[in-house]
Structure formats: structure tokens, C-alpha cells
């Protein structure tokens, strides 16, 4: 679990603690250098020791954690609420539930029968009474808010300093932290989230399994991952686009290949346009051509993408790794507030294999809606 998607920061080490003398940070075979721990979130380049928090010898935790001033109010009325709920669960069972005729009626008439179970069990029939006042006199007890026209001074540095608002927590984040509602950024803690499970999921139709979890609980690989974020090419509007109404305009799609092997895509009018488009587009004819994604190509800048592709310079615009810049021209029809385009895209689809051999391809299509925004008057 990464810090940047639980909030909470990484253990690192550190030679010496925060603060420690330069004399103690010299290594000797008799005094070696103490290695201590710390929390860093590589997000936020938050850490434990900008909040206080001390270093600590070993990477499994031991961080101390501030105690809710409250916490002896909150568990009384916690406490309180659970018993309540069993008086009252108690009293709603007893009105459920009807009541028996005896042979003896006389006997529960006059409280006898509970009398002598209780001389029976070796109890005396004053505690047999007090049980229910015990139970309702425990629910009364709590410790009540009580309010006083006392209130403390404003300290005399709201009057003379100056305010820094870089330093000042906002509304949301105190709202954030309802138990303590730090008034510093500098107190803030990371905030906690709750732990994301792995599931597995079935198509709806066909009942495949698209997404299942490795069986190592510590192990962060999925055993299959076939969902369409990673089969189905990606196709974003670049910015820039203006459109008049009844005149053609250029708009530059980014087509961009998730899969390790090259693919081939075409481009076709859609049969739904009437349905779900206003504009008329106008779509290259040629076959375009993405390649492989590449890990390591996203943190290298220095690599150029490969020059034997025979790219028609009115259709493709840029080309960067297994990214494609391509142009299509659209031409508003009606008048309307979102400029609405429809297309068919077809790709070939190649299964990922561990041998050495290319799996044949599989040719599939999708349906495109591109939203392209507002018209310009």
C-alpha cells in the first residue's frame, strides 16, 4: 500500500534522531550509529517529525498518537446509549412475547412463584426487586454538559501579531479532524482511510472473470486482469478545438495503445449517428498504427519514436511512444450546447501470452462518443 493512496506516510530510515549531537553521529566499533525510523509520504512530503513525533528504532510503529482530550465523556455516553438499548430491547421482547396461563393463577397474582424461585436459587427477595432499579439507576448515571457565562480571554497575540494565513488551518481541514481541529497546519496528521479490499468481478453477460485477486493477501498482483482500461485503446481530446456553426473545423484526438503489442486501428462512420451525434465528421481512411506500451518510455523523455511508420502528415499530427495525434474534421449541424460526435473504432486485440510467439490478432470495434463542448458564436 503506497503512502499516496492510504495517507499515510512510509517508514525511512535516518543515521540519528532529530536533533541528536554531530559527537553521537560518529561510527566507532564500540559506539556504532543508531539507526532510527520515520514517517515520509512520498505525496505530500509530509513528515512525522514536522508534527513532534519522535523517532522510533524499529519500522513496524510504536508512534505515539495524542489522546482525545474527550475520550472519558465520549465512552461514558457510549456506555450509557448501550444500556439504554438493552432496557429498552428488553421491553419491547417482553410486550412481543404474550403471556402463559398457569394452573396456579393465584400464585403469579400475588408475586409468589417469582418468590420462591428466588428462595430456591438462594437469593432473598430484596435483591429480586432491586435488579430493574439497579439497571434503570446505571443508565442515569452520566456525566451532564453543564454551561457557564465564565469565558477565557482572547491572549494578547490575536490583538498584536500578525495573522499568516499559510499558517492558519481552514474550515475543511478542521472538519477533517473533528476529534482535535488542530488551529496550526503545522499539527496536521495524515488522514486515515479505510483499507481498499480486493474483489473479483464477472462480466454481466458472458460471467468470465475479469478482475481476480492473487491468493498471497500481502501480494499486490492481480492473478487476472481483464478489464477495458487495459485492452481498449484510449482516446482523449486534445485542447484547442474551436467550432463554428455550418462551418468545418479540426479537432486532434490522442489515441493511445495499453497493451505490449502493436496495434492497428481503423476509423468508421458510425450507424448511430442520427441517433447520438449533431455534427458530420469526416475520418481518415488510412490505417493508423500504434506501438507497444513501454513502462520505461514514460520517464524518458530522450526517447523518439521510431521513423518507419509511413504517417500521412494531414492526418497524424505528433507521435510519442505509443501515443498518436490524429485529426478529424467536424462540421456542427444544429445548432445546440454540447457539439456531440459519434464513431465506430476498431483495433486488433492480441492476448497476452507467456511464450515467444505473437498470439494472432482479434479484431474487435467500439462505440465512440466524443464530447467536443460548446460552440463558439
Known sequence: MSPESSGVGAPLQASSPLGAQSDSQTSTPANPTKKVYYLACGFCR????????????????????????HIKKISNL???????ALVEQAERDKKRTPARRRAFQHVDKYGLSSVVARHRAGMSPAQASGSEKDTEAKCVEMIYSEASELVEPLPEEFYTKPVDLNT?????QRIAQPVFQY??????????KTLLVKRSQRCQQCEHNLIKADFNPFSIKFKIQLIAVYLVPEVRIEPGAHLHPGKEGRVVLSL??????QMHILLFPSDKEAEMGNCKVDLPKSELTLSAKDDTAEFDD???APQDFKDDPQVVVYRK?????????????????????????????RKVSLGTEEPPPIWLHQYVVCNLGPLVA
Not at 457510549?78 to 439504554?84: A, C, H, R
Not at 495525434?325 to 465506430?344: D, H, R, S
Open 46 to 69: 509530509w513528515t512525522s517529525r514536522d508534527v513532534g513525533l519522535k523517532d522510533q528504532p524499529v519500522a513496524s510503529g510504536g508512534w505515539t498518537e495524542e489522546e482525545n482530550p
Open 168 to 172: 492558519v488551518s481552514s474550515v475543511g
Open 183 to 192: 488551529e496550526n497546519v503545522a499539527r496536521l496528521l495524515p488522514k486515515r
Open 78 to 84: 457510549i456506555e450509557n446509549y448501550q444500556q439504554m
Open 321 to 349: 511512444a505509443n501515443k498518436l495525434g490524429v485529426v478529424i474534421k467536424v462540421t456542427p449541424q444544429l445548432p445546440a450546447k454540447e457539439t456531440l460526435v459519434t464513431f465506430i473504432l476498431k483495433y486488433d486485440y
Open 302 to 304: 530522450s526517447t523518439e
Open 256 to 261: 493511445s495503445n495499453p497493451s505490449p503489442y
